[in-house]
């Protein structure tokens, strides 16, 4: 089986190319990164990613959280949250897409990594 590819969903740059960087040295294809949740949409629709690393909070009218649940309406590829907010309100909110995982930000290279590995193997059994 070929590389698991990853939508990277980020407007901050640095930590967008940080998470790419990551991701691909462990062995993963980084299908895009992109800033807002229409892109995102466009490309969960058109390039079906393995899996989805989505900010809450990116550029547009719309939230990761929003683009998470109409990404999923045509597709289950599944989301892990990337976001710097924890409080109870955002992460009630965030529960309604039914995401794979959350991590808060600033996280350390291995967490991520531990979170895509058991969200892959869950979905794929690899």
């Known amino acids: 089986m070929g590389k698991k590819r990853i939508l990277i969903v980020e407007d901050e740059v640095i930590i967008a190319h940080d998470i790419m960087k990551t991701?691909?040295?462990?062995?993963?294809e980084v299908v895009a990164m992109v800033a807002?949740?229409?892109?995102?949409?466009?490309l969960a629709?058109?390039?079906?990613?393995d899996l989805i690393l989505m900010d809450i909070v990116i550029e547009g009218e719309m939230n990761g959280i929003e683009a998470a649940l109409r990404i999923n309406e045509n597709s289950p590829i599944p989301v892990i949250y990337l976001t710097a907010f924890s409080d109870v309100k955002t992460l009630r909110k965030a529960s309604e897409?039914?995401?794979?995982?959350?991590?808060?930000?600033?996280?350390?290279?291995?967490?991520?990594?531990?979170?895509?590995?058991r969200t892959l193997y869950k979905i794929n059994g690899d």
Request: aromatic fraction near 12%; hydrophobic fraction near 25%.
């Open 45 to 49: 629709r058109d390039d079906s990613p």
């Open 97 to 117: 897409s039914n995401p794979y995982g959350y991590i808060l930000k600033p996280f350390e290279e291995r967490e991520l990594l531990s979170i895509i590995d």
């Open 36 to 42: 807002s949740g229409d892109e995102a949409i466009k």
């Open 23 to 28: 991701v691909e040295d462990y062995g993963y």
